[in-house]
């Protein structure tokens, strides 16, 4: 992937000079979206990776209704369709005494009633091999965001740190979009309102093999829950255990870990020895919190950044996907006029705080009624609670769920034109 490390100058409306008028800083869905967008806009935009690539397992790859019909508006979806995936319609909750449960999306309003699982980096290549058709777009990796450069109680870019040494960048505006671990909230100091989801996962491949059935399904026993997806030629399992329970499982031995897999899904008893040692399970540390302010001046926090979400429906990346847009449609022009101003960065927040709250307060119903009970355990058959029955099967409000699945709280389209039909050559 080829980068370019210069910046042209450009004025500022405050007549000071600036490098380009949009800074991201990382390169998840929501950074790479966004600087796409700014970029079919004519906006000057660089986005910083402190990766060399995108090959990170395990990462959000779960595309839903909403994200294919922002890309469907872009004219993208075809062809992102194109790259390999899976879908999914229907996924089932099943326990071990035999209830089932299940949601589906298939009477969706939509052209795309699935969830297409495509690899985090497969849709991270895509959107900055299509972003760089547009000249005023610039993506630099091995490019590790180190601090905000703040000058009177202003945020006026970055310092980052590459191979070849430590550079600044100066901007109109700076975006976090560097993860739920970001350095640039941090170093903006904007208040947080964390939560404690009850589950950590461990994550891990089986082959799939000939004669397999089903695509999607979680199962539930005392004290465990275990969801697959079928992956083309393997399977992904997310196995929940209790908060803090990794080192316990550990001690336990693989051979019990793999013993309880296979007696959680007997279809996968004939292969789990492909279980070798614990480098084939990676631990996934779930955390959910949310920022009460997303910006400060020439500062804005998107996506995990300013939400982190439960991996609960697989929704942040989605999540994070709209937060980009409604920050692309709400802030190009702003951007191309060299300011952008505190109002300009609350109406970002102000579009996209419910949705979050709705999502999150969906996957927080998900932990207290489904996932606690569960890993706490105890005695009895294992049952899906009656709450989580009465959401998905009572007639006024079983397609609830499917539809926040499918596509979170009020949506945002790409409605600029500037921003769904610009021309490569024109930016």
């Not at 990170?56 to 872009?74: A, K, M, N, V, Y």
């Not at 870019?157 to 040494?165: A, I, L, Q, S």
């Not at 990676?282 to 998107?302: E, F, H, M, N, S």
Request: proline letters at 6%; charged letters at 25%; aromatic letters at 8%.
């Amino acid at each position: 992937m080829s980068v370019d490390t210069r910046h042209r100058e450009i004025p500022s409306s405050s007549g000071t000079r600036v490098d380009l008028h949009c800074c991201i800083a990382g390169c998840g869905p929501a950074g790479a979206l966004l600087g796409f967008l700014l970029a079919r806009a004519g906006v000057s935009v660089l986005v910083l990776e402190k990766h060399g690539d995108f090959l990170r397992d395990f990462r959000g790859d779960t595309i839903h209704p909403s994200t294919l019909e922002i890309l469907d508006e872009l004219g993208l979806a075809e062809r992102f369709l194109a790259l390999p995936h899976s879908q999914v319609s229907v996924f089932t909750i099943r326990t071990t005494a035999g209830e089932t449960v299940s949601i589906d999306l298939r009477g969706m309003r939509t052209r795309f009633p699935f969830i297409a699982f495509v690899p985090q980096w497969d849709f991270l290549n895509f959107i900055t091999r299509e972003a760089q058709r547009y000249p005023s777009f610039r993506l630099v990796m091995n490019a590790e965001v180190t601090d905000l450069l703040i000058d009177g109680g202003a945020t006026q870019g970055v310092r980052y740190r590459t191979p070849d040494g430590d550079r600044e960048v100066r901007a109109v505006l700076t975006v976090g979009a560097d993860g739920r671990t970001s350095r640039t909230r941090e170093a903006a100091g904007l208040p947080q309102r964390t939560t404690s989801p009850p589950m950590d996962v461990l994550w891990f491949r089986l082959s799939r093999r000939s004669g397999d059935r089903g695509s999607a399904e979680a199962v539930i026993d005392r004290g465990h829950f275990v969801v697959s997806f079928e992956r083309g030629d393997y399977w992904q399992i997310a196995y929940a255990i209790a908060k803090g329970g990794a080192a316990d499982v550990h001690a336990a031995g693989l051979e019990t870990f793999r013993r309880s897999v296979a007696a959680l899904m007997p279809m996968f008893a004939d292969r789990v020895d492909e279980l070798q040692d614990w480098e084939q399970v990676k631990l996934l540390t779930v955390r959910a919190d949310r920022l009460t302010q997303w910006y400060r001046p020439g500062y804005l926090a998107i996506g995990d950044a300013a939400h982190a979400m439960s991996p609960v429906a697989g929704v942040g990346i989605n999540v994070a996907i709209q937060d980009a847009v409604v920050a692309a449609n709400l802030l190009w022009e702003p951007l191309r006029r060299g300011t952008v101003s505190i109002r300009d960065l609350a109406r970002v927040q102000r579009r996209r705080e419910l949705p979050v709250r709705v999502i999150q307060g969906m996957q927080e119903f998900m932990h207290r009624r489904l996932l606690q009970p569960t890993l706490r355990g105890g005695g009895g058959a294992p049952r899906i609670p009656t709450a989580v029955r009465i959401l998905l099967h009572a007639p006024v409000i079983r397609g609830l769920l499917p539809r926040l699945v499918a596509f979170g709280v009020l949506r945002p389209h790409v409605h600029s034109p500037a921003l769904n039909s610009m021309d490569p050559s024109a930016s």
